[in-house]
């Protein structure tokens, strides 16, 4: 009986260390992770549907280049989905974008890229 009992604080402590989480207990090879910021990028667009015509604008009051292009859905079966072309918009640039169905749109939504994303593909 004795040993069990100079055995009951030592298990009890031994649960409680266990029991610990991970990030509470220190350990000598972990080192701090150090947070990198990422750079603000991407331009803030508003898109208008009247009828079959679309109208976006895009507007970066970041200094990354971004490249936007208009990606327009329509709604009929036989009518052609259409993505525009990449055009630049630069440090507080606001840029036009313009396209259309021929009959009803269904959806309408405006890609990004920065510019060194698109000199790496060349």
């Known amino acids: 009986m004795r040993l069990s009992r100079s055995l009951a604080p030592v298990t009890v402590a031994v649960c409680l260390v266990l029991s ?50 208009l990606h327009i859905e329509c709604d009929r079966w036989w009518d052609i989905d259409s993505d525009g072309a990449a055009v630049a918009a630069g ?13 009803e749109v269904r959806s309408v939504w405006v890609g990004h890229r920065k510019e060194d994303q698109v000199r790496q593909e060349r």
């Open 20 to 69: 610990l989480p991970y990030d509470a207990m220190p350990h000598a090879r972990v080192q701090a992770h150090t947070t990198v910021t990422p750079e603000p990028f991407g331009a803030t667009c508003r898109s208008q549907v009247t009828g079959s015509h679309v109208i976006a604008y895009c507007h970066n009051p970041y200094v990354p280049v971004d490249r936007v292009s």
């Open 91 to 103: 440090p507080a640039q606001t840029v036009r974008l313009t396209g259309r169905c021929w009959k």
